[in-house]
């Protein structure tokens, strides 16, 4: 089914839980079409000897939750043989100078730094606004030597990338065990080494013995009022913060959070509806 690029998430969520381990995102045309537009491809491959009509019902009814919030096309079912799909033609996207490939089994674009990141029930294809500004900073701000905490990390993405990058270690944390195995994967199909991944809860404690010289949070504006301050505790004077996933009309609001937690904004993105910050402690 096809699905605007800043609701792939979701969709990708809901077959998954159907469809492990066989589900693929593909970018159709031009990614600058607009987020709204029905832009991205959601595909899922099930063996026909299973039972095709619960799982259609089932996906209808899950999805049918989405169609009030935002367009959906029709699911459209086909019956094809085995090596036909095996032949498919699942299309890796790019972000900046890095390609985001959708299983190891491809061959990367020349000139471009690849990772691997299977589609799962961890966020974080890529195809997201709020990943894709993450990817820009990081590039824009991370050092070589750098030890990073990225915060949320879902599908690992953004730690996989900061290391791609230069970073000397990543710390990926995530409440849910899915992002945890998702990161574990896809850090070994990406030839990463450096990255760990535990599960902790970022409003509760963050028990974290280093201070991270940059720190990646791409979550939302309910997670940063809950976390600032465990967050801000573990910033040294030149860490830099990049907090992405605040909607725009959230930002003044969260700003202001930050300002009264003692940090500074000093960079800025938008893309969409959404919103990037880039902070450091305020000397
Ligand atoms: C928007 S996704 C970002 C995923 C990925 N970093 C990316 O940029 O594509 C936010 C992530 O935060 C995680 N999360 C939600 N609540 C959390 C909490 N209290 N503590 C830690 N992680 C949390 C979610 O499981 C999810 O993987």
Known sequence: ???????????????????????????????????????????????????????????????????????????????????????????????????????????????????????????????????????????????????????????????????KYGAKYCLSLDIEEESIKATNQNSIDSNVKNIESKRMDLTQSLDINFIPEMIIGNLNSYLFKEGIKNIENLMGQNTIMIASGVLIENYKEINKLFIDNGLLEIDKQESGDWTALVLQKNA
């Open 1 to 163: 089914m096809r699905v605007p690029a800043e609701f792939v998430e979701p969709v990708v969520r809901m077959f998954s839980k159907f469809l492990t381990n066989n589900v693929y995102v593909e970018q159709l045309g031009d990614p600058e079409d607009g987020i709204e537009k029905l832009n991205t491809r959601v595909s899922g491959f099930l063996p026909k000897k299973s039972n095709t009509d619960k799982l259609e019902s089932n996906l209808k009814s899950g999805l049918s939750l989405f169609s009030g919030v935002f367009d959906l096309s029709e699911i459209l079912i086909e019956e094809i043989n085995s090596d036909v799909w095996e032949k498919q033609e699942f299309e890796p996207i790019e972000i900046n100078d890095i390609q985001i490939l959708p299983s190891k089994d491809y061959s990367l674009k020349e000139g471009y730094i690849g990772i691997v990141i299977e589609p799962s029930m961890a966020f974080g294809t890529g195809h997201h606004p709020t990943t894709k500004m993450c990817i820009s900073l990081i590039k824009k701000y991370v050092s070589n030597n750098f030890n990073v905490l990225d915060l949320g990390c879902g599908s690992g993405v953004l730690g996989i990338v900061s290391i």
